[in-house]
């Protein structure tokens, strides 16, 4: 049973930069593309990017595109999403995901979640 767990979420202030890792179990990583989505409580969940099973593709929203990356480390079963400048539109609930599929929306399994709250 594959399983992502998110971490490094929390209050920052503005303009900060935050680090989110997504670690994932059960699996071996190169095998999954990866995703990041944030939703804010009465908002539908926004989706942020995508990278490929080695990272040699990758796309970011455009929303977000100026500000945030995505990378992934397979050794470490582990990937990335690296926000910065953070505002207060950054606070939410941001999510990792993952499918054996690239370049879609629909992804098999999917972390709990980590908060980002951003404070000025």
């Known amino acids: 049973q594959v399983q992502l767990v998110e971490s490094g979420g929390g209050l920052v202030q503005v303009g900060d930069s935050r680090r989110l890792s997504c670690v994932v179990s059960?699996?071996?990583?190169?095998?999954?593309?990866m995703g990041w989505f944030r939703q804010t409580s009465g908002k539908e969940r926004e989706f942020l990017g995508r990278?490929?099973?080695?990272?040699?593709?990758?796309y970011v929203a455009d929303s977000v595109k100026d500000r945030f990356t995505i990378s992934r480390d397979n050794a470490k079963n582990t990937a990335y999403l690296q926000m910065n400048s953070l505002n207060s539109e950054d606070t939410a609930v941001y999510y990792c995901?993952?499918?054996?599929?690239?370049?879609?929306?629909?992804?098999?399994?999917w972390g709990q979640g980590t908060q980002v709250t951003v404070s000025s």
């Open positions: 059960g699996g071996t990583l190169s095998d999954y593309s």
């Open positions: 995901a993952a499918d054996r599929r690239y370049g879609h929306r629909e992804y098999e399994y």
């Open positions: 990278i490929s099973w080695t990272g040699s593709m990758s």
